[in-house]
T-cell receptor, first 111, second 114 residues
Framework: GQQVMQIPQYQHVQEGEDFTTYCNSS?????IQWYKQRPGGHPVFLIQ?????EVKKQKRLTFQFGEAKKNSSLHITATQTTDVGTYFC???????????FGTGTRLQVTL | NAGVTQTPKFQVLKTGQSMTLQCAQD?????MSWYRQDPGMGLRLIHY???????DQGEVPNGYNVSRSTTEDFPLRLLSAAPSQTSVYFC?????????????FGPGTRLTVL
């Protein structure tokens, strides 16, 4: 079945440093979504990418969808303590009804 | 709009007991799903539904049943609880592929099976 892996599993940065998490799928995806989960909270939708090579920005967050539509990345510039949480990617194959979530990357930011 | 609601927030069961986790949404979403979250394993799909009367298995369906008699409700039943089912359970809903596909999650139920 479809597998979606994320690396790294965990990253600890100093406030102001950049952060990147990578998402890799075993199959070609029709779209990729990114979610953020604060500690003790539930996942919250951030963005969806659909087109090959697509790049979208949300303030300090930059999302990319690979040319082959099998990988994606989330880059945070100049992290802040409010960025703390776990970031998940989630992908869908074709018109499949199932959405497969990645294993997540937990980000810790300290002053 | 209340969004996606889940009850209870916390539950402790003994091995062999059964129970139902409730999930409801008031956004008229067609798609609803149940996920379990375990440390280091992300969110794994248990069961999902693409509309009232239609359900299907996800990645880890064993030990769980679902039904979807209305658009609003999607309960998850644990038939005979086992310690391996200790987890955080999230219900999610969306308009589906044609409607933008954003998943809206409930606050979760923390389940401990002793």
């Amino acid at each position: 079945g479809q597998q979606v892996m994320q690396i790294p599993q965990y990253q600890h940065v100093q406030e102001g440093e950049d952060f990147t998490t990578y998402c890799n799928s075993s199959t070609t995806l029709s779209n990729i979504q990114w979610y953020k989960q604060r500690p003790g909270g539930h996942p919250v939708f951030l963005i969806q990418l659909v087109k090959s090579g697509e790049v979208k920005k949300q303030k300090r967050l930059t999302f990319q969808f690979g040319e082959a539509k099998k990988n994606s990345s989330l880059h945070i510039t100049a992290t802040q303590t409010t960025d703390v949480g776990t970031y998940f990617c989630a992908g869908r194959t074709g018109t499949a009804s199932k959405l497969t979530f990645g294993t997540g990357t937990r980000l810790q930011v300290t002053l | 709009n209340a969004g996606v609601t889940q009850t209870p927030k916390f539950q402790v069961l003994k091995t062999g007991q059964s129970m139902t986790l409730q999930c409801a949404q008031d956004m008229n979403h067609e798609y609803m799903s149940w996920y379990r979250q375990d440390p280091g394993m992300g969110l794994r799909l248990i069961h999902y539904s693409v509309g009232a009367g239609i359900t299907d298995q996800g990645e880890v369906p064993n030990g769980y049943n679902v039904s979807r008699s209305t658009t609003e409700d999607f309960p998850l039943r644990l038939l005979s609880a086992a310690p391996s089912q200790t987890s955080v359970y999230f219900c999610a809903s969306s308009y589906g592929l044609a409607g933008g596909d954003t998943q809206y999650f409930g606050p979760g139920t923390r389940l401990t099976v002793l």
